[in-house]
C-alpha cells in the first residue's frame, strides 16, 4: 500500500524567510504533483515531477524530485503572505489514481 | 478546473438519508475520480473509472457506490448517511493526452 508523508503539518513563517516542505513515499512512482489549496477552495496544480533529479521554479516556489530516495521537497524562497495555503503533494499509481499526503498548513507572518 | 463542474454546492442530509452528487465534464474525459477530504486531512480516493463503463473502488469506497453511464457524467451514490460521512467531496478528471487531474470546486456534505 502507498503511503504519503508529508511534514511538517503546520509551518509558521515570517515573510522575507526560507522554507523546505518534504514529502516521502513509500513505493516506487515515476510522477509526482504538488498542489495548493486554499481555504474552502479546491485543488490548484503547481508542480508535475515526472523523472529523479526533476526541478521546476515558479516564482518563489522550487519543486525538487528524487524517485531513489522517494523524496520530494518545495521550496519557499523569500515567503510572502500570498503564499499563505495548505499544500499537498501526491503520487500517481496505476490508473493515474492519486494518494496525498495530509498537507503543509504554511502560514506567512509580516 | 478544467470544467469539472460539481452539484450541490453544500447539503445537508440527516442520518439515514440518502443523495446523489454530480459531476459532469463535457471534454469528453475518459478517466474521472471522487475523492473526499475530511477536515485538515488530505484527500481519500472513494471510486475511479477509466472510460463509461467502467469504475473501481479506490482507498474508502464503503458506504458509496457510483455508476458511469455517459462519459460526461460520474454520479456519487450515499445511501443510508452518516455522520462520519461528513467530509467535502472533490471529483477530477484528466484531459487527453496527459496524466494530470483536474478537479471540480467540490461539495460539502455535513451528515447530522
Known amino acids: 500500500e502507498l503511503k504519503v508523508e508529508q511534514n511538517p503539518l503546520f509551518l509558521s513563517m515570517q515573510e522575507g524567510k526560507n522554507y523546505t516542505i518534504y514529502c516521502n513515499y513509500s513505493?516506487?512512482?515515476?510522477?509526482l504533483y504538488w498542489y495548493r489549496q486554499d481555504p474552502g477552495k479546491s485543488l490548484e496544480s503547481l508542480f508535475v515531477l515526472l523523472s529523479n533529479g526533476a526541478v521546476k521554479q515558479e516564482g518563489r516556489l522550487m519543486a525538487s524530485l528524487d524517485t531513489k530516495a522517494r523524496l520530494s521537497t518545495l521550496h519557499i524562497t523569500a515567503a510572502v503572505h500570498d503564499l499563505s495555503a495548505t499544500y499537498f503533494c501526491a503520487v500517481d499509481s496505476t490508473a493515474s489514481k492519486l494518494t496525498f499526503g495530509t498537507g503543509t498548513r504554511l502560514q506567512v507572518t509580516l | 478546473n478544467a470544467g469539472v463542474t460539481q452539484t450541490p454546492k453544500f447539503r445537508i442530509l440527516k442520518i439515514g438519508q440518502s443523495m446523489t452528487l454530480q459531476c459532469t465534464q463535457d471534454?469528453?474525459?475518459?478517466?474521472m475520480y471522487w475523492y473526499r477530504q475530511d477536515p485538515g486531512m488530505g484527500l481519500k480516493l472513494i471510486y475511479y473509472s477509466v472510460g463509461a463503463g467502467i469504475t473501481d473502488k479506490g482507498e474508502v469506497p464503503n458506504g458509496y457506490n457510483v455508476s458511469r453511464s455517459t462519459t460526461e457524467d460520474f454520479p456519487l451514490r450515499l445511501e443510508l448517511a452518516a455522520p462520519s460521512q461528513t467530509s467535502v467531496y472533490f471529483c477530477a478528471s484528466i484531459p487527453k493526452g496527459t496524466r494530470e487531474q483536474y478537479f471540480g470546486p467540490g461539495t460539502r456534505l455535513t451528515v447530522t
Open positions: 513505493t516506487t512512482s515515476d510522477r
Open positions: 471534454m469528453n474525459h475518459n478517466y
